[in-house]
Structures are given as C-alpha cells and as structure tokens.
C-alpha cells in the first residue's frame, strides 16, 4: 500500500480543524476564574481589575473635505500629522483633553465590505461579515464574542443600545451587535425601561425573576445529564471513557457558569445615585439630552459591574429613524443628517464637519464620565477600551472607516498617536486587538490577520 | 517527545498520548530499522558533517540547532521532530545559506529520503491497533436524527459550532469530535425549542392564508398595495387582487365593516412586483402573469441582487408568521408570447453611449436620427434648479423629476443617453428614466478619468417606442442631474431588434417543444435586493397551452431567510417577507423567450398543518388509556421516547431516573405536556442520544484487558452502524425490530440492499460526497464572473448536483467502480448540459444522458465540481487538481510542501507570458522543488484542457493548450482521455482501493491504519472477483471484522 504519508498530514489535519481549538481557551478560562474568587469585591470569581469594552457608532460617514478644499484644515474628521505630532480639527476638539488617552486610526476597512455601499457595510461594522451576494452571511460580532467569555464575571453577558430600538433589517440594520449564527441582537433604546429593567429594585426583581426560573431549569436538566453520564460511563468500553470524560468536562463547565448566573442574582447592586439621571428625553427637541441619557446609563452599569460589554449605535444609516433628525433639531440646519452627507452646496463641509463635532461633544461627554466616575480599581476610563467610529468614510465610500480608540490605560493600552494603514490591514485587527486588550486572546477574528503593531503593550 | 506540530494545545495532548502508547506497541519493523542506521552512518553523517555542522555542530550552534546530537533512531529517540524540522528547511532551500556550500542533487535526495523514511518508521511504530472511539453525532446526523425523531423539517443543527476533518477528510471521527461547552448549550437550547415546536396545545391555531390572483383590470375597486423603491417593478394594483382565505380555502367574507376594514388594512400590506426584472420579459394579460424564461444574474458587486429576470414575488409586509411549515401554492399554466408593439425600457449594461460630446461646447454632436432634448426645455420640474445649461438636484437625497416630450418617427428600439457632471460612486449617483409607468433605475459607476472631466455621457438604457408623441421623465433620488438628453436608433443587428423584428410564430416555433417550469423562494427584501433561499425542487408545467393546474411547493419557514422579528421598526422599505417564483426554463441569452410561464395565482399558507395535532405531538403523546394515571401515562410517553431517542431499549432505571426528574418538577407546570416536556429536553442532552454510544457486550470481554480479540458490538450498535453509514440518521423501525429479534446480523445482506433501495440514502451520498469528493472547494470558489460570464450561481449549483447525482446513479444501478473513472453517461439537466455545450437536455430535472465519444465528459474527473473546484478562479489550478487526484482517487496524498515554500517566481523573464505548465516547469527546475513536484505536476498537467470552470478549451492565450506529460512510472500520456485509460489500466486497483479505503473510514467513523490493510485488502479481493460493483464495497465493508468490533 503506498498511502503512508499520514504522520505528515496530521499538522495539516489539526490545523484545519482549528475549530477545535476554538473550545479550549473557553474552557481553560472557565477553570482560571475560579481560583481568583477571593477578588477584592464580593462578586463571585472575579480574577482581578475589569476589563471592558464600548463600541460606539455614528452612520454616514464623516466629513473629509479634500485637500484642495479650503475647509479641509478646520473640518475633516481626521487629524492632521501623523504619529505623535498630530493635532485635532474642529471636529474632534471635544476630545482634546484626553488626548493622552486617545488614537486615531485611518485607512483602515473591513475587506469583504469594500466594494458595499457604505450603508450597507454598516450591517458588518463589528462583525466583518460577508453580506456582499445574495445569501446575507453575517457573522458573530466582537462585542459577542467578547461577552462570551466576560459574562461569568457580570450579571449580564452584555448591553446592546440604540437610537431607534430593535433590529431593523438586513442592510439597513438597527443594532450593532450579531449572535453567534450571524442573526441581529435586538437593542434597547428606551432610556426608562432600560432603567427598570437593569437597575431599578422593581423591574430588577421582575427580570431576576424570570432569570432565575430559566436557570434554575437549565440547571436541573443539566443535573440529571450529568448524572446520567456518570452512569453511563460505567457501562463503557475503557476505549470510550476519555471521550466520555471530555463530554462531562463540558457539561461541568456549563453547571459552574450557570451556578455562577444563579450566584448573581442573590448579590445586591452595588449603590449608586441615580439622581443625575434623566429617564424620558425627549428625542424630538433634545437630541443633546437623549444621547447622553443613555451615556450616562452606560456609565452606570460600567460603575455596578452590570455588564463588560456595550454597543452603542447613535443614529441609523441612510437618514431612517430618529437620529436622522438631530442636525435640525440640535443645530438648527435645514437638513438631516443623510441629506447632509450628500449635500454639495456652499457651505457643506462645515455643516458636516459641524455635526460630526457635535457626535463628539456627546461622546467627549461620555469619556468625561468615565475619567470621572470611579469604582474601587480608579477611573473607569483606565479599565474600559471605547471604539469609536462609523463604517465609512465620506458618504458612501466603505473604506477609510473614520476610527478612534479611547481608555484602556490599565488594560495595557497605548495611546497617543494618529497613524494610518494600507488595504493590506483589515479593520479586523482593530477589533482582535480590542479582544486582546480585555483578556480574550482569541488567534484570529473574521478575517484579521494580527495584531495593530503598537497599541497593546508587550 | 514525538510530537506533531501543530497549533493547538488540544492536538498536542491527543498526539502525544497516542504515540506515546505506540512505541511500546506498534508492530516492529527491524529491518527498515537497521537500513536507516547503516544508512546513517555511511551516508548522512558524513553529508552533515561536511555542510551543516559548521554552524550547528559541536563548536557553534547557530539558532540552538545542534545536529550532530540528534538521535538517528526515529523509532525509540526522541528527536524526531527536530529532523522534520530539519527536512523542511532544506525542503525550503532556507539550509544552507546561500553563501554556503550547497549539496549536490544526489546529496540533497539522499538526506530528504533518509528523513522521510525515519518519519515513516515512526509513523508505523506509533500505529496501535484500531481502537473505535464514542463517536458524537456531528452536525448534520444531529439534524436527520431530530428531524425523524420529532417529524419536524427544521434545520436544528445550524446554530451548533462546526465539526472538524479527520485526516482523511471526514468529520464523523469519534477521535476529533469534540463536545464543547458551546455544544452543551446548544443542545440545550435547541431541544429546548424544537420541543416547543413538536408538542402542540389547544385547537388548530389559525394559519395565514392569501391568495393573489392577476389579470388585467381584475383589482379595480380592490384595495392593494404597491411597493416602490429602488429598482422596484411593482405590478400596477389594478391588475391583481388579494384574497383571504379562511380554512377551508374560500375566500372569507366580511360579517361587518369593522371585519371589512380589517381585512383591507391586511391588503395594503400585500403587493406583487417583479424588482430587478427587465421589462420586455414579462407581461400582465387578461389570464394571468405572463413570464419569460428567467436569465441568471451576474454575479458582480456592488450589485443588485434581485435574483433572476424576470421574478415575481408576493410582498407582506409584517403580515406572516415566523415559523411552521409553508405551503405555496402556483396555479399555472403554459403561456403564450405576446405581440410586440408596446413600450418598454431596458437596462443596457457594458454599452458604450451612441453620441459624443464636442470637446468645446460640452454639448451632443447631433447625428441623424438622434433626438435630443435639452435640460432647460423640460417641463413639471420637481427639487431641481439650474445650473449653467443643467438641472441638479436642490436636495440630492429627495427625489427629483423633470418631464420632456418627444416626438418618435419611426416605431423601435431607441438608446437613452445622458450627457451630465461626473459624480464619485461614494455620492451613490443614479438615474431613474421613465416612460408612462415604466421606470428602469441606473446607478452608474465613474472611472478615475471620467471624474477628472466636467461633462460625461452615461448610457441609461433602452425604449421600444411607438411612432408618435409621447413624454418621458428623468430624475429620482441621487439623481445626477443632466444638460442634454439623446435618443439614438439602436442599429438592426443588435439581438434587441432582431428578436423584436422576428415574427412571432417563429419564436413560438422554436419553444413549442418546450415546456416552463416553476421555481419558487422565500427570503427579505433588502435595501438593493434581496437575500433569498429556493426551496422545494422545481416542477415542469404541463398540459396545453392555457390549461391551468395547480403546483403545490412545500418549506419550512425556519429554514429560509426569513425577515427577523422587528422591535417597532417602522421604516417604509423594511419587514418585508418575500415569497416568489420564475420560469425555471433558464436562458443564457436575452434574445431567448424560452417556452412562456403563465401564471394565474400563487397562494401562500403558513404554518401549514394538514392534520391536527400533528404527527410531531401524537407520536410522544400516544393515546392515553382510560383511567391511566399522571404518573403511569407520564412514565410511558417518556420511556418509549427514551427508547427511540436512545435508538435502544433504555434500561429501566435510566427511565426510571427521567421519572423521577418528572416528578420531582411537575408541580411547577401548569400542564402535564410542559412538565414532560423538560424530561424530554434532558433526554435529548443525554449522552445517549448525541453520541453513539456502543456498550461492549456482556461477558466477552476478555479477563486482563487482553484485547486481541475485540469483544463484538450488539444488534443495538449494529443498527446505529448501519442506518449512520448508509442513511446518516438513526435505524428505522424495521432495522430497530430485528435487532431487538436479534437477527439483524443474520439479514445483514438484505437489510443492506434495502437500505441502498431507499431513497434516504441521498443523506449519506452527499456527505459522503462532499467530503470526499471536497465538494466544498466548489462552494468557496470565487470565478471571475467578467471572464466567465456563463458560469451563474445556477451552473455552480448544478454542477454539485451533478457529482451528487452521478454517485447515487452509480449506488442505483449498482455500477462497476470503474465508472467512477470513465462512464458513457453523464448526469444533466438542461442548464448544465447547455453549459457543457451538450444539446437535447430539456428541463431541470437531472436524468442518465448518454455521451457520444469524444464528448470530454463521463467520469467524476471531468465533472465541474472538480475541475471548477480546482482552478483559481481564472486558470486551471494543475497542482490542486493534481493533489486532489492523488489524495481523492489513487489515495496516495503527497506531502504538504514545507513552511515558506517560495511561490512561482514571476522575476523570470518572459514569465507572465507563459502558461501555467510552463510556469510550473520554470518551478520544478528550482532544486529545492523539482523531486516532490516530478511526482505531482504531470497528473495535474493531463487536465490542462479544462479551463478554470471545467470547459473544454483546446487553445489558452492565443496557442494550443498542450496536455502531455511523462507520469512519475514513466508513462507518457496526453490528455484527460490517456490519464483515464492509464488510471483504468494500470492504476486500476490504487484506485479501487482508495474507493474501499474512504467509504470503509466514513463508515467506521475513524482514520484507517496500518492493521487495517488485510481487511482492505480481502474487501478488494471479494469485489474484483465480484465485476467490482460498487455496492460490493458497501457489502464487503458491512461484513469486515471492524465494523463489528
């Protein structure tokens, strides 16, 4: 027989198979958080200082005046310079002060979204999926993937927000975040019942409620399974037992973790003031006031460890929903925001660049908090890395997607620089190093190909 | 420590142990043993020593690398993998540096042959015997195992993670399935929901149920809806109407005006349109719909997905249900063509404008014929403003609208140009022209240089215009803006004209023969598009021209891409479910009507339950008996569940434990359905139901682990064996009942026949096929679609429909194994044989065609999923094809070259001008190359004249495609015909031999080793003196020890 050559292929094989391995750092962390239970809080199996993530989204890209043009200097989103000697516009000058805690990346795009027109990319921001042909094939986004992993450290896995609330639909999407199968998660987006379902005593213990019922029969089934197998292991082949002791590995970590959701619930909030909050913004005349209601919600669960995980869409694509709206309403212009991003009158780049600044003051309002509030590891800012950006660049051009990153100084961030990449840079590689920076040190995301050489340390 | 290198920290673990035990086990081969050491010592020492010690000997040890340390004894040292290291960097030319010294050829050979031959000594000491490993159900055996469990059609396993390969390409491996945590939960859920499916409560719930029935003027005075959009066909609401039917299938009648404005506020959320679909392909009559055969699309982006031209699809927005079984039915008919004289407009695409611009006036250089209309004398101006001689948009987001009237000399066709500003494609510019109701959407893309200027042409399209007066419009959201517009006599051989001018009998003619098919989808209408699913295999309509009958397709809802459930999106375009159709008689060409589709209504009903409460409820809810206890009745329904979920009797104190969870839980559910219903969510999360789980038989065992003879399997495993190899689900009740006799094993043959009879047994052909055959190459290739227009997303469905059909042929008619080589016949439909260049295949359905000699085709090596899924998209790939073969076919797979193997080096001369074979030759002479690749190019070099999707090409840039080649045992063949007749000859038995090989590993569930060879080697023995029938093999693998133990 000639067919020898398997003792070669087996490299090959495996790695094929990385889909394998995908399980193992899972587990291996699951194993890791338990030993560090004796944290510094009363949480159960908190391995030390959080990390966390925010993904915060603006649509229709950004104003980049060309470079002949004479608003170029004062109005385009990107700053001038490059590496450390780079300095803000009008544009992003609300974020000024924390500008030892801030980079800017350019010329950077999610490869199968090239091609897209920038509305549609905007389904693929956090994900790098493929929705280019007609069988949409959205995949898992990095906030998912990352809550993944955080969630056996907070009460929920994540929170997915909004503008507008829901899904919306396939190319014009109202949410940011996408499951493991590629399918929406709906976002919330009424700051009051955000509220009274997250923090509030009443809504809390109507949600723990219903939590605790579906974990307490995820648990008792998963019970009886594991006694099952045992029993079964018994009447095994010796042959088989080791392929039955990874089945019960698996089940063991799937009990602790829902011993661990169950474990949080008997935990209460940590206090908090909500007194600074404002629950029914109206988005109709205070645009100002409702994208920092739900700023400051985000704050909030950060400060009570309620979730590591946050996306954050402002406004939608392609002038639907609310946010098309707050041009007008915030900045008194004639136009909305879509309108605006095709605009080509006089005056257009600074109207643009106008509104562009005032997405940054809102988010510069946000960072603020976040270098203000505190929990017991400091700052909230040190331990939480905030993406911030859109999925174009000028209007409906899918690359260059205008990029910021802010916090993180104690997840090993560095910051402080403006550089900017070629096509050979997928924007993947923003989000991998975003999952590296919160612990989750997965090989690969979508279709990245490393790490953003620099921003982590070591 | 022999280790493989490999990335995860999991591989690391298995290989070690493995090999671990191996060395103490394996089967000893001295001999080769002693060669290696003899060989050592004379020849490589010394060859080491001269070139490589230097730097990684006694006296420096450049990177760590000692050598002269490294253990010769690949079987008991442990150095091992450092030689592999050690072959891939002189593999890779990285060794020696290229200042030094280099080896000679036979230097070089001798070294790489003595490492490959310690590799394989190790390789052989490390194989233990076979040890059958608890295989869990992988992803797709998960799903058929559920779906006949529960009787419910849903793709239950699309949420679980994926399964792994086996190194011989299968991913039904006890040894690399592994049960994550992610699976855990998976399985939890997904019984979780499924159960919520099969188990019903109360009455029958209401179905939705429209009927849309079309004909000119049938909905006046009928409420309907219209949906626009960009490029949106919409039928005009006049011409349809929308019918709610109750129960029993008759329209409902309106007990009050409440009910009546109900019922029309439900119709203005239905339409009918034909988004994307060209216009001269379609027509609304008095008797229904009338559809040409659909053209393909193109498969570039940015695109329009709309799907085929022309499609009709009902539209509902927020108005259907999200899940259950879907029935849809098409009433339908053979259509007739109409006569031609009236208006229409058409996309024109990759046409060149018929007018030019004075280079100094920016204007249109009238020429005869040509009527021109400037911006500024149009009229019924809408959000447009001056601009020099233009019209531009005031706000460029809102639609725009000018109006112009036209005077038409002479009836025909007209092309549309616009002369305006150029725009960058990121302002998204687009044109919408229209005619009447007529609209046809453009958006027009730029280049770099037309940016550059200040005035463009853009061709729009096309309008057949009748001689007279008549107005057009030009404007829509993004719209360019223009100075002038022209239109220009299209010239009379341009197929438009042709076919317009060619009689209409004549057309007919030419598809009276033919009959249309129906072809029907679901899916989400998306902002330039749509994201669909077919589902259902198409039907040919039958009968005489205008006889109507009624065509019945059956989906499951979960299973297409379905609009997700909104949280209060109320935007104007979104929510929308698409369920629609086409005339599946294909066209490749636009002058082509096809037989005509006439359609007269489509009805959609979901969920579809024909019979209450459905099979999935009765078959775990079985008539309960008078008097029956809670406790007896609940004890009942869950063992006999436990039984068929186990695919074994489960002993009593396994379902005595499922009782007692019952019991213990009952009190927290309203009803004994939901209370039973989370024993029967851990039953279907118990071990002994997602793995395979085979208990040795009692007492044969033998004492002290001495396992040379393997205890067998019971009937039990027997059937789970069998109905996994040959249907990829669980036994059937007959397989379940003679294993219970205990008399399966002793119906063996005849069990197996008729499980090769069924029709289930497609469930393991294209598994089987798939990962044997790498069908999934096919999946993921990406070809040039302006290079091969022709190859639509159509043909690369058919073409794996084609293997997959080929094979179940072969099991079919119980074909030799040589078929799988050369064989008289293909396996076609229409729009792949058409494809192929192979005439008299009509319709879509794949039948038996025979193949003249000299046709190319016959065998799976000239089939397209092969030859297509071994290109690169533009050229013919002959080393994939090459390896595919040796590793597919003649179960020999090469080595995988060694890490930074360098590429094809484009810095020599002339090397973009050559082909592929030369470039691979300019490869093979590279040093470091040439030994593997003498071994590997010429099998891939014979398929040259197959281009990169799998078409005969006997010439390639300009010269003769040359396909011949010297095969490694120094037969020279040219061409895919002598490589068939070589592989049928002399390679006769590698090949059947391979055959046996894989389906004996799929079959196992496990890598086949070296112990295995006398069981391969008897199977081949008893199927050649056997006419080497392919379902011998099935028989001789059934009948093996392996499959026993």
């Given at each position: 027989m000639t067919r020898t050559k398997s003792w070669h292929l087996s490299r090959r094989t495996f790695l094929r198979g990385a889909g394998v391995a995908v399980t193992m750092p899972y587990l291996h962390a699951m194993e890791n958080a338990?030993?560090?239970?004796?944290?510094?809080?009363?949480?159960?199996?908190?391995?030390?200082a959080p990390r966390r993530l925010v993904h915060v989204y603006f649509p229709n890209g950004c104003s980049l005046p060309d470079e002949?043009?004479?608003?170029n200097a004062k109005w385009r989103w990107f700053p001038s310079g490059?590496?450390?000697d780079f300095q803000l516009t009008e544009?992003?000058?609300?974020l000024e002060k924390h500008r030892s805690q801030l980079s800017f990346l350019g010329g950077l795009s999610h490869v199968k979204s090239r091609e897209l027109l920038g509305h549609l990319a905007g389904d693929t921001w956090l994900t790098g999926g493929?929705?280019?042909?007609?069988?949409?094939k959205n995949t898992m986004s990095v906030d998912q993937v990352a809550a993944q992993e955080?969630?056996?450290?907070?009460?929920?896995p994540s929170l997915v927000l909004s503008t507008?609330?829901?899904?919306?639909?396939?190319?014009?999407?109202?949410?940011l975040s996408f499951g493991p199968t590629g399918k929406p998660i709906a976002s919330e987006h009424r700051q009051r019942a955000i509220f009274e379902r997250y923090f509030s005593a009443r809504g809390g213990e109507q949600s723990s409620a219903e939590r605790r019922k579906s974990l307490a029969q995820g648990k008792k089934i998963v019970d009886l399974v594991l006694e099952d197998s045992h029993r079964l292991k018994r009447q095994l082949g010796k042959r088989d037992t080791e392929k039955m002791d990874e089945y019960l590995t698996s089940l063991n970590a799937v009990e602790e973790q829902v011993k661990r959701n169950e474990a949080w619930l008997d935990i209460p909030m940590k206090p908090f003031s909500a007194?600074?909050?404002?629950?029914?913004?109206?988005p109709r005349t205070a645009a100002k006031d409702y994208l920092r209601a739900t700023f400051d919600l985000i704050v909030l669960a950060l400060q009570t460890d309620l979730t590591r995980v946050v996306t954050y869409m402002m406004a939608r694509e392609?002038?639907?929903?609310?946010?098309?709206n707050f041009p007008k309403i915030?900045?008194?212009?004639?136009?909305?925001h879509h309108t605006i991003s095709h605009d080509n009158v006089e005056g257009h780049w600074e109207e643009w660049g106008r509104y562009d600044q005032w997405f940054a003051q809102q988010f510069g309002y946000f960072i603020d908090r976040l270098a203000t509030v505190e929990d017991e590891h400091g700052p909230l800012l040190d331990h939480t890395l905030c993406l911030y950006g859109a999925?174009?660049?000028?209007?409906?051009?899918?690359?260059n997607y205008p990029t910021a990153l802010v916090g993180g100084r104690a997840m090993g961030v560095q910051h402080g620089r403006y550089e900017r990449y070629d096509?050979?840079?997928?924007f993947s590689n923003v989000l991998l190093t975003m999952l590296h920076a919160a612990g989750v040190k997965k090989e690969s995301f979508s279709d990245s190909t490393g790490l953003i050489p620099g921003l982590l340390k070591g | 420590m022999l280790t493989s290198v490999t990335s995860g920290a999991a591989v690391l673990v298995i290989s070690t142990i493995a090999i671990g035990r191996a060395v103490m086990e394996g089967p000893p081969s001295p001999v080769l043993e002693d060669t290696l050491q003899t060989t050592y010592r004379e020849t490589i020492r010394p060859i080491l020593s001269t070139?490589?010690?230097?730097?990684?000997?006694p006296g420096e040890q450049k990177?760590?690398?000692?050598?002269?340390?490294?253990?010769?004894?690949?079987?008991?040292?442990?150095d091992a993998e450092d030689w592999h290291y050690a072959l891939d960097v002189v593999q890779g030319a990285e060794?020696?540096?290229?200042k030094a010294k280099q080896l000679s050829d036979d230097e070089r050979r001798a070294l790489v042959s003595w490492i490959e031959d310690g590799l394989e000594a190790a390789r052989r000491a490390s194989t233990g015997p076979p040890s059958p490993v608890m295989r869990r159900l992988n992803r797709s055996q998960y799903t058929n195992t559920l779906q006949d469990l529960l009787h419910l059609g849903v793709?239950?396993?699309?949420r679980l993670p994926g399964d792994a390969r086996s190194k011989?390409?299968?991913?039904?491996n006890g040894e690399v399935l592994l049960a994550s945590p992610l699976h855990i939960e998976g399985y939890q859920a997904i019984a979780r929901a499924a159960l919520d499916e099969a188990i019903v409560t109360g009455e029958r719930p209401e179905s939705v149920r429209y009927r849309v029935r079309i004909g000119t003027?049938?909905?006046?005075?009928h409420v309907g809806a219209e949906t626009g959009g960009y490029q949106s066909v919409p039928v005009d609401s006049d011409h349809f109407v929308i019918e709610i039917l109750g129960a029993d299938g008759r329209p409902r009648t309106p007990k009050s005006d409440a009910e009546e404005k109900a019922m029309d506020a439900l119709r203005r959320k239905i339409s009918i349109g034909l988004r994307g679909?060209?216009?001269?392909r379609f027509r609304v009559t008095e008797d229904g719909l009338v559809l040409y055969g659909a053209v393909p699309h193109k498969?570039?982006?940015?695109?329009?997905?709309?799907?085929?031209?022309?499609n009709v699809k009902l539209e509902m927005q927020r108005?259907?249900?999200?899940a259950g079984d879907l029935a849809m039915r098409v009433r339908a008919a053979r259509g007739q063509m109409w006569d031609s004289a009236k208006v229409v407009l058409l996309d024109m695409p990759d046409r060149a404008p018929m007018v030019e611009l004075d280079?100094?006036?920016?204007?249109i250089v009238e020429r005869p014929g040509t009527i021109v209309t400037r911006a500024?004398?149009?009229?019924?101006?809408?959000?447009l403003v001056n601009e020099g001689d233009s019209l531009v948009p005031i706000d460029v987001t809102k639609p725009s609208h000018a109006r112009f009237g036209i005077k038409v000399p002479e009836e025909g066709f007209y092309q549309i140009d616009l002369a305006h500003r150029p725009v960058a494609a990121d302002a998204m510019p687009s044109i919408r022209v229209g005619i009447g109701k007529l609209t046809l959407d453009l958006r027009p893309t730029m280049s770099e240089a037309q940016l550059q200027e200040s005035r463009v042409l853009t061709t729009v399209g096309a309008a057949y215009l009748l001689k007279g007066s008549t107005h057009m419009t030009l404007g829509g959201a993004f719209f360019t803006g223009f100075s002038q517009v022209a239109l220009t006599p299209i010239e009379s051989d341009h197929p438009l004209v042709v076919a317009q001018s060619s009689k209409r009998e004549e057309l007919e003619a030419r598809v009276a023969e033919l009959l249309p098919a129906l072809r029907v989808y679901a899916g989400t209408r998306t902002d330039d598009g749509m994201d669909y699913r077919t589902f259902a295999e198409p039907q040919e309509v039958v009968g005489d021209v205008g006889e109507f009958r009624e065509y019945t397709f059956h989906g499951r809802l979960e299973n297409l891409p379905i609009p997700e459930p909104e949280?209060?999106?109320?935007?104007?375009?979104?929510?929308f479910l698409l369920l629609g159709l086409w005339n599946?008689?294909?066209?490749?060409?636009?002058k082509e009507p096809g037989p005509p589709l006439l359609v007269e209504s489509i009805e959609v009903e979901a969920?579809?339950?024909?019979?209450?409460?459905p099979r999935s409820h009765t078959d775990i809810f079985v008539p309960r008996a008078d008097a029956e206890s809670d406790s007896d009745y609940a004890r009942r329904v869950i063992g006999r569940f436990a039984d068929r979920a186990f695919r074994r009797p489960a002993e009593p104190e396994v379902t005595e434990r499922y009782v007692e969870f019952w019991e213990s839980i009952r009190?927290?559910?309203?009803?004994l359905e939901e209370s039973v219903k989370e024993a029967l969510i851990a039953v279907l999360c118990s071990p002994r139901f997602l793995f395979l789980t085979e208990p040795d038989l009692?007492?044969?065992?033998?004492?002290?682990?001495?396992?040379?003879?393997a205890p067998r399997i019971d009937e039990w495993s027997l059937a789970s064996r069998l109905s996994y190899f040959l249907w990829n689900s669980a036994p059937d009740e007959r397989l379940l009942s003679l294993a219970r006799a205990g008399e399966l094993r002793t119906h063996l043959d005849a069990e197996v026949q008729r499980m090769l009879e069924d029709p289930r047994r497609r469930r393991f052909l294209d598994v089987f096929a798939e990962e044997w055959l790498r069908l999934d190459r096919l999946e993921q290739m990406t070809i040039d679609p302006h290079r091969y227009?022709?190859?639509t997303r159509f043909v690369k469905r058919d073409m794996r429909e084609e293997t997959l059909a080929f094979l179940d042929r072969l099991i079919e008619e119980d074909l030799p194994i040589a078929r799988l080589i050369d064989s008289d016949f293909a396996m076609l439909n229409q729009n792949l044989a058409e494809f192929y260049g192979?005439?008299?295949?009509?319709?879509?359905h794949f039948r038996p065609v025979a193949l003249p000699p000299?046709?190319?085709?016959?065998?799976?090596?000239?089939?397209g999923a092969f030859l297509a899924g071994h290109s690169d998209g533009v050229q013919p790939h002959p080393i994939k094809r090459a390896v595919w073969l040796k590793d597919r076919i003649l179960g020999d797979p090469p080595p995988?070259?060694?890490?930074?193997v360098p590429s094809l080096?484009?810095?020599?001369?002339g090397f973009e001008k050559l082909t592929l074979k030369e470039q691979l030759e300019v490869h093979r002479n590279s040093p470091s190359c040439r030994d593997c690749h003498a071994g590997i190019d010429p099998y891939g070099v014979a398929?040259?004249?197959?281009?990169?999707?799998?078409l005969y090409e006997p010439e390639r840039k300009g010269r003769p495609v040359d396909a011949s080649t010297t095969l490694p045992d120094g037969t020279a063949i040219d061409g895919l015909a002598e490589l068939k007749a070589y592989l049928l000859d002399v390679a006769r038995d590698d090949v059947a031999l391979s055959v046996i090989e894989h389906l004996y590993a799929y079959a196992l569930g496990r890598d086949v080793s070296f112990t295995d060879e006398d069981d391969l080697h008897a199977i081949l023995q008893n199927v050649r003196s056997n006419g080497?029938?392919?379902?011998k093999v099935i028989v001789g693998i059934v009948h093996s020890p392996a499959f026993h133990r």
């Open positions: 338990l030993p560090a239970a004796a944290a510094r809080r009363a949480t159960p199996e908190n391995p030390g002949k043009d004479a608003a490059q590496g450390r544009v992003l000058k609300p493929d929705v280019r042909f007609d069988q949409y955080l969630k056996k450290y907070t009460r929920y507008d609330g829901g899904v919306g639909y396939k190319s014009r999407v109202s949410t007194e600074h909050l404002n629950l029914d913004p109206n392609d002038g639907m929903g609310f946010g098309d915030a900045l008194g212009l004639n136009k909305g999925c174009c660049s000028t209007t409906h051009n899918a690359r096509e050979s840079t997928p | 070139y490589c010690f230097g730097c990684h000997g990177g760590g690398v000692q050598l002269d340390e490294l253990d010769p004894d690949f079987v008991k040292g442990y060794m020696p540096p290229s793709n239950f396993g699309d011989s390409g299968f991913t039904n003027g049938l909905g006046r005075g679909s060209a216009q001269d498969e570039v982006a940015p695109g329009a997905w709309q799907g085929p031209s022309p108005v259907f249900p999200e280079p100094d006036t920016l204007e500024l004398t149009t009229d019924q101006r809408k959000n949280s209060g999106d109320a935007e104007i375009l979104s929510g599946d008689h294909l066209v490749k060409d636009r969920p579809y339950h024909p019979i209450w409460p009190a927290d559910y309203p009803t009692a007492g044969e065992e033998a004492p002290g682990g001495d396992v040379t003879e227009p022709a190859f192979i005439d008299g295949v009509p319709g879509p000299g046709s190319g085709r016959g065998g799976l090596l000239s089939q995988p070259p060694p890490p930074n080096d484009p810095t020599t001369p398929f040259e004249r197959y281009s990169a999707v799998g080497s029938r392919i379902r």
